[in-house]
């Protein structure tokens, strides 16, 4: 079992940095691949970016890649998403999840969540 707590959301002016944190419960947080996603109320939610159980192999988002970075710390049992040049696109609820085997990009493929973190990105 794996809990996440996402913290670090809040309100941003375009062009701005915000870094989310998820900190995760469990003695088996180093053996997952994380995943970062985001959520638009009535739509899908959509991958940002993933992280493997080493941190050795990262994915993004094409909408974010250049402007965001994930990381982990398996000693801390937290991984991060460095945000900057935010847009106002961005906005979303902001979930990191946990699952297996290396990160997907399809949400379906995650077995833990967190209850998300509000980063909103004004123009």
């Known amino acids: 079992q794996v809990q996440l707590v996402e913290s670090g959301g809040g309100l941003v002016q375009a062009g701005g940095s915000l870094r989310l944190s998820c900190a995760a419960s469990?003695?088996?947080?180093?053996?997952?691949?994380m995943g970062w996603f985001r959520q638009i109320p009535g739509q899908e939610r959509e991958f940002v970016a993933g992280v493997s159980w080493t941190g050795g192999n990262t994915g993004y988002a094409d909408s974010v890649k250049g402007r965001f970075t994930v990381s982990r710390e398996n000693a801390k049992n937290t991984v991060s998403l460095q945000m900057n040049s935010l847009k106002p696109e961005d906005t979303a609820a902001y979930y990191c999840a946990a699952k297996s085997g290396d990160y997907s990009r399809n949400f379906r493929m995650y077995d833990y969540w967190g209850q998300g973190t509000q980063v909103t990105v004004s123009s």
């Open positions: 469990g003695r088996t947080f180093s053996t997952y691949a």
